[in-house]
T-cell receptor
Framework: QQQVKQSPQSLIVQKGGISIINCAYE??????FPWYQQFPGKGPALLIA?????SEKKEGRFTISFNKSAKQFSLHIMDSQPGDSATYFC???????????FGAGTILRVKS | KAGVTQTPRYLIKTRGQQVTLSCSPI?????VSWYQQTPGQGLQFLFE???????NKGNFPGRFSGRQFSNSRSEMNVSTLELGDSALYLC????????????FGPGTRLTVT
């Protein structure tokens, strides 16, 4: 019930293409869903986050789509660039506290 | 604004020893959370501190402990180190206990031999 399942494990996209990473959860008490980007040797960097009262949030080339009834959310990276090559983590947190439950991560490679 | 800082960045310890890691949050942030990252288990929550009080704890043995000081700086301690404790230990700071946006530091790479 505490798990967040992330797919795919790895993804190769051509430069300019759309990268899509999906996550699913079981615990309906989750109330906050952030995405993080991590480069080798660095800590995760917050990309974008959404709460269940909205179905979509866009920031620049990054969009979160959220389906509350299906308990799924996804990250879309438009116009993917080689500099986007990194590991992406989805996460979820409950209403109270800052405990994040992370997905297993997706290694994205954007080919130029 | 300066980001989250963690010291030391790298550490090598021997099995059975203990270790203390330090985290300075972003100025003005009052919540500090700690996570362990390993290739096998991924990112796992250790604990959160807010206003010097532990707010939440993950599923780790009692060898893992932490504290927060009045200036919001935090330390975590691991006693009786085991080989399996080798990991990247990440600290994240947030304005309040939340859920709020959390910003991670670069981590401390701990190797236990």
């Amino acid at each position: 019930q505490q798990q967040v399942k992330q797919s795919p494990q790895s993804l190769i996209v051509q430069k300019g293409g759309i990268s899509i990473i999906n996550c699913a959860y079981e615990n309906t008490a989750f109330d906050y869903f952030p995405w993080y980007q991590q480069f080798p040797g660095k800590g995760p960097a917050l990309l974008i986050a959404i709460r269940p009262d909205v179905s979509e949030k866009k920031e620049g080339r990054f969009t979160i789509s959220f389906n509350k009834s299906a308990k799924q959310f996804s990250l879309h990276i438009m116009d993917s660039q080689p500099g986007d090559s990194a590991t992406y983590f989805c996460a979820a947190s409950m209403e109270y506290g800052n405990k994040l439950v992370f997905g297993a991560g997706t290694i994205l490679r954007v080919k130029s | 604004k300066a980001g989250v800082t963690q010291t030391p960045r790298y550490l090598i310890k021997t099995r059975g020893q203990q270790v203390t890691l330090s985290c300075s949050p972003i100025s003005g942030h009052r919540s500090v959370s700690w996570y362990q990252q390993t290739p096998g288990q991924g990112l796992q929550f250790l604990f959160e501190y807010f206003s010097e009080t532990q707010r939440n704890k993950g599923n780790f043995p009692g060898r893992f402990s932490g504290r927060q000081f009045s200036n919001s700086r935090s330390e975590m301690n691991v006693s009786t180190l085991e080989l399996g404790d080798s990991a990247l230990y990440l600290c994240a700071s947030s304005l309040y206990t939340g859920p709020y946006e959390q910003y991670f530091g670069p981590g401390t790479r701990l190797t236990v031999t």
